[in-house]
């Protein structure tokens, strides 16, 4: 398939019947395969919609209006992440919490035990034999 301008006054004749003249020019094929492919180009070609044709008035529009964002809204969505943030910081906080109290626990565990081993070695000393020092030679 060619595009250009015909040459044969008899193209031309039959080229106003499907199509206008220069558009499509079939070279090497019979005038029914010219044809046929001519309906078929003309069947494919792909027209605007009826909505892009229709005439704009004043009062319409094509477009929708663009939606901004509010002020409002983008104080809104700093206040959950503010409130987000307070949330994770107390759990945070929370944990830190309990992380101490539980080591002041075994903290305190310890002393107690430490404690009642040196009061118990305390009562058993007078009775334990005494270690006996190498004498050095």
Not at 56 to 64: G, K, M
Not at 82 to 89: D, F, L, P
Not at 95 to 114: G, H, P, S, T, V
Request: net charge positive; glycine share 2%.
């Amino acid at each position: 398939m060619e595009t250009g301008h015909r040459s044969s006054p008899s193209c031309e004749k039959e080229s106003h019947e499907i199509c206008s003249p220069g558009l499509l020019v079939f070279t090497g094929c019979s005038e029914q395969d010219a044809n046929l492919a001519k309906q078929f180009w003309l069947g494919a070609s792909m027209y605007p919609p009826t909505e892009s044709q229709l005439v704009l008035t004043r009062d319409s529009s094509q477009r929708l209006p663009v939606a901004r964002h509010s002020k409002a809204l983008v104080r809104e969505e700093v206040n959950v992440f503010a409130k987000v943030q307070k949330i994770q910081e107390s759990e945070e906080k929370a944990m830190y919490l309990q992380k101490a109290k539980k080591r002041d626990e075994i903290l305190q565990l310890l002393r107690k035990q430490r404690e009642e081993r040196i009061s118990k070695e305390s009562i058993s000393l007078p009775y334990k034999a005494k270690a006996k020092v190498p004498e050095a030679k």
